[in-house]
């Protein structure tokens, strides 16, 4: 069984960094196998795709620049580094992975993680 566990998230003052973790399980799971991303749902809003990673990097514009998405094979472990936080970034954000980078980044992955909280107060 695969598990996708996020943390790292909390409350910061816009302008701050915080970074997200998603440490994943499972028998054969490895992260180096599939594409890796991170989504974020903010209240009354959809699930929207903010950084994936596939052989190479996909980020979307309106985090780019500021966020910076990145793995440690050891650890089978996904990170989001998130810098110049601003108040539209909180949200849930969620880890996500799917052998398909194409099903990942339009939200379909087949394995989901809890989610964590970002807040960011102005």
């Known amino acids: 069984q695969v598990q996708l566990v996020e943390s790292g998230g909390g409350l910061v003052q816009a302008g701050g960094s915080l970074r997200l973790s998603c440490a994943a399980s499972?028998?054969?799971?490895?992260?180096?196998?599939?594409?890796m991303g991170w989504f974020r749902q903010a209240p009354g809003k959809e699930r929207e795709f903010v950084a994936a990673?596939?052989?190479?990097?996909y980020i979307a514009d309106s985090v780019k620049g500021r966020f910076t998405i990145s793995r440690d094979y050891a650890k089978n472990t996904l990170y989001l580094q998130m810098n110049s936080l601003k108040p539209e970034d909180t949200a849930v954000y969620y880890c996500?992975?799917?052998?398909?980078?194409?099903?990942?980044?339009?939200?379909?992955?087949?394995?989901w993680g809890q989610g964590t909280q970002v807040t960011v107060s102005s």
């Open positions: 996500n992975a799917d052998p398909s980078i194409n099903r990942l980044r339009v939200g379909t992955s087949t394995y």
């Open positions: 499972g028998r054969t799971f490895s992260i180096s196998r599939y594409a």
């Open positions: 990673f596939s052989g190479r990097i």
